[in-house]
DNA sequence: TGAATAGGGAGACGTA
DNA sequence: CTACGTCTCCCTATTC
């Protein structure tokens, strides 16, 4: 029940260290349409029972991202339920951690519908090119993704990502146009690590973002181009 | 040779 | 207010 639910949480929220994005997160898998949000705010999960047990929704989410399946998944979601709903609106807000640029590429590499843009060439070492012809496109949904009216390009990307050179998140390596991720940011976006430790905002940031603003922006964007 | 891509200094901006 | 992280702008260098 959600009661329990209620309490499950309560638990979930002793268990891990506090954090304004795993309430939203919360918040995001509370959903329970009997009992409270707006079921055209969402992308639900593709499951006909309502989701009101931690143990359900974590390995939904678990098996929903492991198997890569984003894309059929969404095909079970209408164009109306792709509406940006409140509580990741709130994200980018005061105290809210911002969106980082490789865990968008990240997003952007699992969800097949981008593959026009960006894809893995080597999914296990976190090699990715961008694609020459719509990296254009990429760089403005990262644009629209964080509610930016300032112009992106792709070499404002690629400027970004080269610091993250620095910080050894990101290497760029010697083949036009791609760059790898490191093992451990790897690790940190990878559902294994989600599962075993305190990724879990994480991961629900990358499916949920990833159904809700991503593919809402890109079936804005000529679909067919990218 | 020109376009595309890569590199990097400097500074803007938001958050802790 | 300050420090810091993360871009963003813009210019130059290199590669295709």
Known sequence: TCVEQDKLGQAFEDAFEYSPDYKNHLALINYCPHVKGNSSCYGVLPTEEPVCNWRTVINSAAD??????IHQSLQNITENQLVQPTILQQKW????????????????LCNPEMAPCIQWVDKIKGIFPFVSKNKGKLAELWRKRKDSWKTMTYQKMARALRNYGRSEEITKIRRKLTYQFSEATLQRLSPSYFLGKEIFPQVLNNWNANYNYTYANYHELNHHDC
């Open 93 to 108: 807000g005061k105290g809210r951690k911002k969106l980082r640029l490789f865990e968008y590429l990240h997003e952007s």
């Open 64 to 69: 929903f991202y492991f198997e890569g399946n």
